[in-house]
């Protein structure tokens, strides 16, 4: 599948030096990053290509979430520079395409909550599914970053067979060899109905236990970050610390008496206070 090269209206923006060849057969993804500056003027605008070239870490797609701007570096079918390499592995180039986009924005202040996203993001979007990227995050929705002390909650969940073999939309925070928190917890839903669509595939309880079986398979995972794992996929009900502590005992009963993982998160769900509209949760009840 063939798709769009360059976006319509995307201002033309001189890269350091073209992008990467790409001979991955991966499925088509998408990767989110944020820059870590205050959105919304022209100044921050010319600032943000200034550090990427400086860094020669440009994407393929630079957007500004208040003023719909929208920039392309390099065609959409070449490998970016946003991403360190996983060993190996050139991360950059994982994928029949690999299409970065730098938003500019914090990821301790999740764009999706005070966005205007217009025509711009939507041929962002509509130019990634021409290469056949699905509505999906096959790592789970991006963790929320905590800035001080810089953290993702919980711990960014980095499996090389999830990225190595599955395609859709990843944050920076999920890709191996790599240790930025970026985008921050940005809504996945309000991502896709800017866009104008409704998600077909949502995080289920299923899809999460195949994840964290994954991640244990690669020898990765320590019991805590499994248990923060798990309870991070229903953390749209986690309201204080108490609560949260609350629930990371529930998750240690439960498998300390030989539960299994869909049922120590049964037993966490059920003292937490659930956002009814939150369509994730939703699907997580149904699925
Ligand atoms: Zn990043």
């Not at 711990?155 to 240790?179: A, C, F, Q, V």
């Not at 998600?199 to 690669?218: A, D, H, R, W």
């Amino acid at each position: 599948m063939a798709g769009t090269i360059w976006i319509p209206g995307a201002e033309r923006i001189a890269p350091s030096s073209p992008g990467g060849t790409i001979t991955s057969k991966a499925p088509p993804r998408v990767v989110w990053h944020t820059t870590e500056a205050d959105p919304g003027t022209s100044s921050v605008w010319s600032a943000m290509i200034r550090v990427l070239k400086n860094k020669s870490a440009e994407p393929q797609v630079l957007y500004d979430p208040l003023t719909d701007r929208l920039g392309q570096f390099m065609p959409l079918n070449v490998g970016g520079r946003a991403l360190r390499n996983d060993g190996a592995t050139m991360t950059n180039r994982v994928g029949r395409v690999c299409i970065q986009i730098e938003v500019i924005g914090r990821s301790a202040k999740p764009f999706t909550g005070y966005w205007r996203p217009g025509k711009n993001f939507r041929a962002f979007m509509a130019a990634a599914r021409s290469w056949g990227i699905k509505d999906v995050w096959p790592a789970g929705p991006p963790p929320r970053f905590i800035a001080s002390p810089p953290h993702n909650v919980p711990e960014s969940p980095r499996s090389r067979t999830i990225w190595l073999n599955r395609g859709g939309h990843y944050g920076h925070s999920h890709i191996p060899g790599n240790d930025h928190g970026d985008p921050g917890g940005i809504s996945t839903t309000a991502l896709f109905a800017a866009s104008g669509t409704t998600p077909k595939e949502l995080f289920t309880v299923g899809q999460y236990e195949n994840l964290m079986q994954q991640i244990k398979n690669e020898g990765a995972a320590t019991r805590q970050e499994v248990r923060r794992q798990a309870i991070w996929s229903l953390r749209y009900g986690l309201q204080t610390e108490e609560e949260r502590a609350r629930a990371d005992r529930a998750f240690d009963d439960a498998i300390d008496a030989g539960k299994t993982l869909a049922e120590a998160m049964a037993d966490v769900s059920q003292i937490m206070q659930p956002i009814a509209q939150d369509l994730e949760y939703r699907a997580r009840q149904n699925g």
